[in-house]
Nanobody, 122 residues
Framework: VQLQASGGGLVRAGGSLRLSCTPS????????MAWFRQAPGKEREFVAR????????YYADSVKGRFTISRDNAKNTAYMQMNSLKLDDTAVYYC????????????????WGQGTLVTVSS
């Protein structure tokens, strides 16, 4: 199963973008979906995650209050609304999924998307 991430692009600081993540197989059943990001020259870092059934969310401190992760069970799609974007948010954003309840450790996610580039300009 592959995850298809979309919605990245170029935006000015203070602007907004919404990312989407959809499994390539509609019958794919997941327990946790998350977003990670990797900026140039930096390691991949956790951004946000959501429990597929209960909707419990968890955010990195750097995006808390600005980013909102959500899911649409009927469409089997996860979203991340990103508001008040900053220059430091520039990165390739990856969606990830796990068959069990996991949190911010990327090693616990078995399925990954190809990444979508978000560039925030001044």
């Amino acid at each position: 199963v592959q995850l298809q991430a979309s919605g990245g692009g170029l935006v000015r600081a203070g602007g907004s973008l919404r990312l989407s993540c959809t499994p390539s197989r509609r019958t794919f059943s997941t327990n946790t979906m998350a977003w990670f990001r990797q900026a140039p020259g930096k390691e991949r870092e956790f951004v946000a995650r959501i429990s597929w059934r209960g909707g419990m969310t968890y955010y990195a401190d750097s995006v808390k209050g600005r980013f909102t992760i959500s899911r649409d069970n009927a469409k089997n799609t996860a979203y991340m609304q990103m508001n008040s974007l900053k220059l430091d948010d520039t990165a390739v954003y990856y969606c990830a999924a796990a068959d069990r309840v996991v949190w911010s450790n990327p090693d616990e996610y078995a399925y990954w998307g190809q990444g979508t580039l978000v560039t925030v300009s001044s």
